[in-house]
């Protein structure tokens, strides 16, 4: 049975970003794409355009493009959230758990190590959409500290909204050596960790008191 338009476009989408998450833009050409794929080379220009359009719909795929949590969505859920310390800082660690759900690190391989290259050598197209939504993200991180710190000034802010990419990047940089040396409970407690020590940090450089769930890392 002939396949739909639709089933086309999606075979084409899916063997691109398993290729380019495999072996990166340069590597990757659109005969290898179409080959796999099982369709006509003309069906890559037909719903893509070109290798770049297709190379910019597998990073849109890669990124989980849900919009982040943000201080307004949670005031609008819990009004009286910033009345107390306890409240500002459990903003925090609603807003910057929602951060790390978001990354690439329990994710499938193609799509971590798509979004890995993109963040040492940033592409056009990775650009672009840094613009749409990493940026978006980012202010959304402002919103919050500022939200929090009225009087604080940029450069603190830019340094507290960094830890969390931060550490983003040294565990995905490590994760290969970890998978050979960690097994899956062990790798998924260091996550954990990370995840924890992280928003502990950031609630302790605001003066405000550490939930109990982020107490100890056990």
Not at 69 to 94: C, W
Request: glycine fraction near 4%; hydrophobic fraction near 40%; aromatic fraction near 10%.
């Amino acid at each position: 049975m002939a396949r739909s338009s639709l089933e086309t476009r999606n075979a084409i989408l899916n063997t691109a970003c398993e290729l380019f998450g495999e072996y990166g833009f340069d590597a990757v050409s659109t005969r290898m794409i179409a080959d796999k794929a099982g369709v006509n080379l003309g069906g890559i220009h037909y719903h893509f355009g070109s290798k770049a359009g297709l190379y910019e719909e597998a990073l849109k795929m890669a990124h989980n493009l849900e919009p982040p949590l943000s201080i307004e969505r949670l005031l609008e859920e819990m009004p009286d959230l910033l009345s107390t310390p306890a409240g500002k800082a459990h903003a925090v660690y609603r807003v910057v758990t929602d951060f790390f759900r978001r990354q690439p690190l329990k994710i499938e391989s193609w799509r971590r190590n798509i979004l890995f290259r993109e963040l040492i050598k940033p592409s056009e197209c990775y650009l672009k959409i840094h613009e749409d939504y990493n940026i978006k993200a980012s202010e959304s991180m402002l919103n919050l500290y500022f939200t929090l710190v009225p009087d604080g000034n940029l450069a603190d802010a830019c340094t507290w909204i960094s830890y969390p990419t931060s550490q983003v990047i040294f565990y995905i940089s490590g994760n290969a050596l970890n998978k050979k040396l960690l097994d899956e409970v062990t790798l998924d407690n260091l996550y954990q960790s990370v995840i924890k020590t992280t928003i502990r940090a950031m609630i302790l450089l605001l003066d405000l008191p550490v939930p109990a769930l982020l107490q100890s890392n056990k």
